[in-house]
């Protein structure tokens, strides 16, 4: 694959790039990679022509009507290989972390989600006006193929997983009655299809959208509701309906807006919605082994929950099969794991690099001994890495800023990981000769670094000085 991608940068910008580095996947079957170099340009290997043929047509439509989606630049002849533009590695997703993990979000997390979805219906209207949807994959339109397809998806793929046990023909009749129900309004509108947090980059503070490529025709309802219900963004009701009112305010710049009726028609695209995505979760989860979906279950099942409050009287045997699926002793609510706690700690290698409590192992040690040693100076041998004398030593010779710069790299990508998987301790240290200087300036401004970063819990000790300090959880 690197090889392919190799040529079509070659081709694009005259010369090679200067490192491929592969980048995480996702829920697709596509393959990223960054492509290091002037410029920086994200190449893409995906497996079916046809959705590869569907996002490059997109994006070029998109760019066209001034909408933020990332500029492709290259593409190879037989439509599998294409280069585009890099919008870096943050995601909506990853920036309202905070807010996602304790419920509540904060001020800046607030304004961009209003951003992203105030928007939206720029791409469904505006985006949809001169599209020529033929060029969609893997069909044109949202339509009752398209709808029972996705309820089949759910049955076979996650209900039939649970082993509950229900009559097929009477839950076939109702899938039947919301196709019906979900089709009363026809469109010209763009549907995106996956708007969600994940799909959306921040660049320079603002949002950038990917992973269009299965859009079609289609109505507004749709998108709103898999943004507003993601099953792991853990919105509080509140803020799901300021949201709703900030989407509703934006699409009255395209056409007149009945809230009533508006909201009346969307809860049944919101449990729709849900269903399909329960059903990716068990393919993807259950199927494909791949953990990231098996941890979104819960939060789906816990949307689901709240949605059968309110009755469905359209599909009564539906409701019924639902209301027991969520109360399967799998999908209990269960206490929520603790937040994730990362320990760094400075020390000297005379006497060992220190063990880690939490007993998971792992996690990283960092050498500082190659950094310019203060301690080799007489008037900096009774002070530490947190003194100013030192500091400034460090700082203007500059080694030091460099070498943290390589660490945060590293740490960030891991703890933004570790976030997304809910896992709950990582532990950082920094070694050098006398865990006096280097070490100690290290990981003070690494702990203040992930805390003001991630607003995350960080214990620092800096071992041979008999030193801790606490970063709470920002709240």
């Known amino acids: 694959m690197n090889e392919e991608l190799k040529a079509l940068y070659k081709t694009c910008t005259g010369h ?56 492709v630049y290259a593409c190879s002849k037989d439509g599998m290989y294409y280069l585009q533009e890099d919008l870096g590695d943050t995601s909506l997703f990853s920036v309202i972390e905070h807010g996602r993990s304790t419920g ?27 599209m020529d949807f033929a060029h969609c994959y893997p069909q044109a339109a949202f339509d009752r193929r398209s709808i029972l397809w996705d309820l089949n998806y759910f049955k076979y793929c996650f209900l039939k997983s649970t082993g509950l046990d229900f009559q097929e023909n009477r839950l076939e009749d109702d899938f039947q009655t919301m196709a019906d129900v979900l089709l009363q309004d026809v469109s010209d509108t763009f549907m995106y299809r996956d708007f969600q947090s994940r799909n959306i980059m921040i660049k320079d503070g603002e949002p950038w959208f990917i992973d269009f490529q299965g859009g079609r025709r289609g109505p507004v309802y749709y998108d709103v509701a ?9 919105y509080p009701e509140s803020l799901r309906q300021e949201l709703l009112d900030e989407y509703m305010n934006a699409l009255r710049a395209y056409t007149s807006v009945d809230e009533t009726e508006f909201n009346i028609r969307l809860r049944h695209f919101v449990l729709f919605r849900t269903l399909q995505v329960l059903g990716a979760y068990g393919f993807r989860g ?34 019924t099969v639902l ?26 290698y005379k006497k060992g690099i220190p063990e880690d409590a939490s007993g998971n192992g792992g996690g990283f040690v960092f050498d500082c001994r190659a950094v310019h040693n203060p301690g080799k100076y007489e008037r900096y041998k009774s002070l530490s890495g947190l003194d100013e004398p030192v500091i400034r030593f ?6 030091i800023i460099t070498f943290l710069e390589h660490v945060y790299a590293l740490v960030d990508a891991s703890v933004k990981r570790y976030l997304e998987r809910g896992f709950t301790s990582l532990s950082i240290c920094f070694g050098c000769t006398g865990g006096q200087h280097r070490s100690v300036y290290s990981a003070q401004h690494l702990a203040e670094h992930l805390h003001r970063k991630f607003g995350i819990q960080v214990d620092l000790t800096h071992r041979e000085q008999n030193i801790t300090q606490t970063f709470n959880v920002c709240n």
Not at 286 to 315: C, D, G, V, W
Request: proline letters at 8%; hydrophobic letters at 35%; charged letters at 25%.
């Open 16 to 71: 090679e790039p200067e490192a491929v580095e592969a980048m995480p996947g996702a829920g697709s079957n596509r393959h990223y990679s960054r492509l290091k170099g002037n410029p920086n340009l994200i190449g893409v290997k995906g497996e079916n022509a046809g959705e590869n043929h569907a996002f490059l047509y997109l994006a070029a439509h998109f760019r066209k009507k001034g909408l933020p989606v990332p500029q």
């Open 104 to 130: 509540k979000f904060d001020d800046e997390e607030k304004m961009l989600l209003r951003k992203a979805i105030r928007l939206l219906p720029a791409f469904q209207i505006k985006g949809a006006e001169g």
């Open 226 to 234: 898999s943004f507003l219900w993601q099953a792991k963004a853990n």
């Open 286 to 319: 259950y199927f494909e082994q791949k953990p990231h979906f098996l941890q979104s279950i819960p939060y789906a099942i816990a949307n689901l929950r709240k949605m059968l409050r309110e009755t469905y009287p359209e599909y009564p045997y539906l409701c």
């Open 323 to 348: 209301g027991e699926l969520t109360e399967l002793k799998r999908f209990a609510d269960s206490p929520r794991k603790p937040p994730l706690t990362v320990k760094v700690t400075s020390f000297s």
């Open 394 to 399: 460090l700082e203007e010779d500059g080694e």
